[in-house]
């Protein structure tokens, strides 16, 4: 059984494993701009691409059993690399020109973490207390009559 997600308002289907996820790979061409999925991943390796059976409605209205092809996660980045549309390019140069370089450059990527706060929260508070800063937003929440 598939699992469906949207992208952009796009269906994708989905029919993997978390450890080795496969999408339906017309829903994925579609998405990407590439036309037809079986002849762009002809030679696709089966480490990118692979086939599973699911239901599938034709255009009368029929549910039939049919042989999808899919993409693998490998394939799907090959896929995205070939498409023309903007998001694609954005993704590519941020894999290209940062990840894959960051992890040439130290053996490693990471995202940064914003930085931790060194004082604990009441710290924080005596600290607003001493600029009178507390003082100030209370006296303003104060209502004279």
């Known amino acids: 059984m598939s699992v469906i997600h949207l992208f952009e308002g796009q269906e994708v289907r ?4 978390w450890e080795n996820p496969e999408w339906i790979a017309a829903d ?5 701009g590439i036309k037809e999925a079986p002849s762009s991943m002809r030679d696709f390796d089966e480490d ?12 009368n209205g029929v549910e039939q059993a049919r042989q999808v092809l899919t993409v693998k996660e490998q394939g799907l980045y090959r896929l995205i690399s070939m498409s023309r549309k903007p998001l694609a390019k954005q993704f590519r140069k941020w894999m290209f020109g940062e990840v894959l370089l960051s992890i040439r450059k130290t053996g490693s990527y990471s995202i940064a973490q914003p930085p931790q706060p060194t004082l604990e929260p009441i710290d924080l508070l005596r600290g607003c207390l001493k600029s009178g800063e507390v003082g100030k937003k209370a006296h303003k929440s104060i209502s004279y009559e």
Do not use: D, P
Not at 48 to 59: H, I, K, L, N
């Open 48 to 59: 990118e691409a692979g086939m599973c059976t699911m239901q599938v409605r034709s255009e």
């Open 28 to 32: 994925v061409c579609v998405i990407l």
């Open 14 to 17: 989905f029919v993997g494993i």
